[in-house]
């Protein structure tokens, strides 16, 4: 019957017709939630992008004149007295330094990561929801009191450095306060969690045969671990990966806190600009900035799994 009904015209047009009502149906009552979708996100953001071409104000808000200064001063900036224009040093420094310590954070993550995914996979069924639940017990608490907690254990008279002058190890306290390290430490203790589960998400599914498979064949665990392990598990490396370096990459506590306004990120160069710098343009255009290299990142991370679900087909 369905061979006749594909093989008369009116029935297959009448067939591509109810595929279309259905698919207008689905389109219709998607509409609403669209909608709030569109103005909750993206009106906010069309604002932030009109604001960035417009005029500072004179003491704070927007002068609704058409200027591009505000995107010029992202990366240059004018001599006040002689009006040359070089690059803006201070936030060049600050952008590598924010993509730097994201990259760095992403690291370090992976590194600690990987091998805690591994471990809670290969545990039996029944113990693996417990080691989940230790995994996720930091998200119970507020990010800024996590922060302070990494503060208070690398600060002078902090736990890292009493005991390495307990033990003889050190003289004097190791300033580790205000510092890049300072902030990467946070961020990856922070983050941590947000790579392992998608990592041990990827590693659930994964078929140990292929690991005994590959030992059973004289590999040695290295070799295991780069041939086997790593490419099956490679979408959650990926995802993991993405989870971590964008929010590491607008980060704003943790390098307020950790880094004493000394070490500034991304971040908190735009919330300056939005509060004492008065400059909501230039603001603006650095928000514009961050999320263009967020969308570049997604966009890697689209273009990563397409290519390895083709390769699996």
Not at 170 to 187: K, N, R, T
Not at 201 to 221: C, G, H, I, Q, W
């Amino acid at each position: 019957m369905a061979s006749v009904a594909l093989d008369n015209p009116e029935a297959r047009d009448a067939i591509e017709r109810e595929r279309r009502r259905e698919v207008q149906r689905k389109w219709l009552l998607c509409a609403p939630a669209l909608f709030v979708l569109f103005c909750a996100a993206s009106g906010p953001l069309l604002i932030v992008l009109v604001y960035s071409f417009l005029e500072a104000g004179e003491y704070t808000g927007v002068v609704w004149r058409f200027s591009g200064e505000a995107w010029t001063n992202v990366v240059l900036q004018r001599d006040i007295f002689d009006g040359t224009i070089s690059i803006a040093d201070a936030h060049v420094s600050i952008l590598w330094r924010s993509v730097r310590l994201a990259f760095l954070t992403t690291l370090v993550t992976l590194v600690f990561g990987f091998p805690t995914a591994y471990f809670i996979a290969t545990r039996p069924p029944s113990s693996r929801n417990i080691w989940l639940f230790l995994i996720t017990i930091p998200f119970w608490t507020n990010l800024l009191i996590r922060t302070f907690a990494i503060l208070e254990l690398i600060r002078n008279e902090g736990f890292v450095n009493t005991g390495l002058m307990a033990l003889g190890l050190i003289d004097e306290p190791i300033q580790m306060l205000y510092s890049d390290f300072a902030i990467l430490v946070g961020m990856a203790y922070v983050y941590l969690p947000l790579m392992v589960l998608p990592l041990y998400a990827s590693m659930e599914r994964l078929d140990f045969r292929l690991v005994e498979a590959a030992y059973d064949l004289y590999a040695t665990p290295f070799r295991v671990l780069r041939r086997v392990i790593v490419p099956l598990a490679k979408p959650g490396i990926v995802a993991g990966s993405i989870l971590v370096f964008i929010p590491a990459l607008g980060a704003f506590v943790t390098p307020r806190v950790l880094g004493g306004g000394k070490k500034m990120m991304l971040g908190n160069l735009i919330e300056l600009q939005y509060g004492a710098g008065r400059n909501w343009p230039l603001g603006a255009a650095l928000s514009i900035t961050l999320l263009a290299i967020v969308m570049v990142a997604l966009i890697v991370y689209v273009r990563t799994v397409q290519r390895g679900e083709e390769a699996r087909t």
